[in-house]
């Protein structure tokens, strides 16, 4: 069982910048893929950004070039630097880690982006 406990999400308007953790459980976080998803009122879930163990990372087209995701594995910690941040941005984000026998989501954090 993996826990997964997201924070940083707020208000911010346009423009503005805002970063995301989340904090799993787990002896073997370095091992796993984790990722940030988001889903907007009315639309489905999407792939914000991932990050493997190895550290690869890749971006959904929309954020790309102003989103940044790392990890931190002494800390159990995935992080979401999120810049530019424009009004479409404004979802709940969650995060979810990838093992090899399943996958497991966090309760999801808001982010309203104003204009």
């Known amino acids: 069982q993996v826990q997964l406990v997201e924070s940083g999400g707020g208000l911010v308007q346009a423009g503005g910048s805002l970063r995301l953790s989340c904090a799993a459980s787990g002896r073997y976080f370095s091992t796993y893929t984790m990722s940030w998803y988001r889903q907007a009122p009315g639309k489905q879930r999407e792939l914000v950004a991932g990050i493997t163990s190895g550290s690869v990372t890749n971006y959904g087209d929309s954020v790309k070039g102003r989103f940044l995701i790392s990890r931190d594995n002494a800390k159990n910690t995935v992080y979401l630097q999120m810049n530019n941040l424009k009004p479409e941005d404004t979802a709940v984000y969650y995060c979810?880690?990838?093992?090899?026998?399943?996958?497991?989501w966090g309760q999801g954090t808001q982010v309203t982006v104003s204009s």
């Open positions: 979810n880690a990838r093992l090899i026998y399943g996958e497991y």
